[in-house]
């Protein structure tokens, strides 16, 4: 990687949206005035972002064996991780529609996290006092997803269908590390590698 590097780190975390299943008169009961509304009601109910899956911990958990719980080496020298993890506070998200044409639509889902990182470890150099640390975090998670419009019916929620979706990027806030690239290698060997993560959409 490059010296010049922001805290940037891309999150795997499902690429996938989990669809929230809806019947058709259910649709038919709030159709919208405009093609974006429409759009976005349906990123609302199906974007992983949502849920937030693996990044809540709801404060800190009991950490196995001898890991430092990813502390640098001059913490982890006065310190000994027993447990470690998030407590999200706040979560905000906001969304805009580029309509592309008029069969393509790309949302960008950026959502704001507030939270404290909390620490319970032992004082180094020997084991008999336990102290907690917690410290606030500020994070952005930002994905993209694609629509193609699969009809010009009058209910406008109907006609568009999500396409693919982009890896989810994240970091803290400021950020001082980017990855360059990202490579995912299957079991069989396939390989994708992921140079430009908010433009590689994934079926």
């Known amino acids: 990687m490059e010296s010049k590097m922001k805290t940037i780190f891309i999150m795997m975390m499902s690429v996938g949206i989990f669809v929230t299943a809806c019947s058709e008169d ?6 919208f005035d405009t093609i974006e ?3 976005l009601s349906i990123i609302t109910e199906t974007d992983s972002l949502e849920s937030l899956d693996g990044l809540d911990d709801g404060g800190s958990v009991t950490l196995g064996g001898s890991s ?3 502390l640098g080496k001059s913490t982890a020298d006065t310190l000994r991780p027993i447990k470690i993890g998030r407590r999200i506070d706040s979560t905000s998200f906001e969304r805009s529609v580029e309509i592309i044409g008029d069969s393509i639509a790309i949302v960008t889902s950026i959502a704001t996290i507030t939270g404290d990182f909390i620490i319970v470890a032992y004082i ?5 006092s336990v102290d907690t640390f917690i410290k606030p975090f500020n994070m952005e998670m930002i994905r993209k997803i694609k629509l193609r419009r699969v009809g010009s019916g009058e209910v406008r929620r109907l006609n568009w269908r999500i396409e693919g979706v982009t890896p989810v990027i994240g970091g803290s806030n400021p950020s001082t590390i980017e990855f360059q690239k990202f490579a995912m290698i299957a079991a069989n060997g396939d390989s994708l590698v992921i140079t430009d993560p908010l433009n590689t959409f994934i079926n």
């Open 26 to 31: 259910e649709i038919l009961d709030y159709d």
């Open 37 to 39: 509304e429409a759009i």
């Open 68 to 70: 430092s719980g990813g």
């Open 124 to 128: 180094l150099p020997d084991t008999s």
